[in-house]
């Protein structure tokens, strides 16, 4: 099993930046995509970015040139570093993490398919 605890969040007023931490824990070692997902009031889950374990990034198009995701893998972490946040941000940011298939991004958005593990989210608030 995997488990993923997110922290990070909070209010900020419009164009401030949020880092996200999600850490990572358990059987890691055959994890080869971790994403970050997120749930606005009202709104279905959409990805928002994702990171194979090679590194290579994947975004949104809402979020490509704001939003910038990373890992640490000696510290078990995957960041996500918010910049120029705009009120549609706000959401529920989740952590989550596939041990099975790769990252994709399909017609602008990260899938969410597969991805067996998840934590409870972290909550951005825009205003």
């Known amino acids: 099993h995997v488990q993923l605890v997110e922290s990070g969040g909070g209010s900020v007023q419009a164009g401030g930046s949020l880092r996200l931490t999600c850490t990572v824990s358990?059987?890691?070692?055959?994890?080869?995509?971790m994403g970050w997902f997120r749930q606005g009031p009202g709104q279905q889950r959409e990805g928002v970015a994702v990171?194979?374990?090679?590194?290579?990034?994947g975004y949104a198009d809402s979020v490509k040139g704001r939003f910038t995701i990373s890992k640490d893998n000696a510290k078990s972490t995957v960041y996500l570093q918010m910049n120029s946040l705009l009120p549609e941000d706000t959401a529920m940011y989740y952590c989550?993490?596939?041990?099975?298939?790769?990252?994709?991004?399909?017609?602008?958005?990260?899938?969410?398919?597969?991805?067996?593990?998840w934590g409870r989210g972290t909550q951005v608030t825009v205003s």
């Open positions: 358990g059987n890691t070692y055959n994890i080869n995509c």
């Open positions: 989550a993490a596939r041990l099975s298939g790769f990252c994709s991004v399909v017609d602008g958005t990260p899938a969410q398919e597969d991805f067996a593990y």
């Open positions: 990171i194979a374990g090679s590194g290579s990034p």
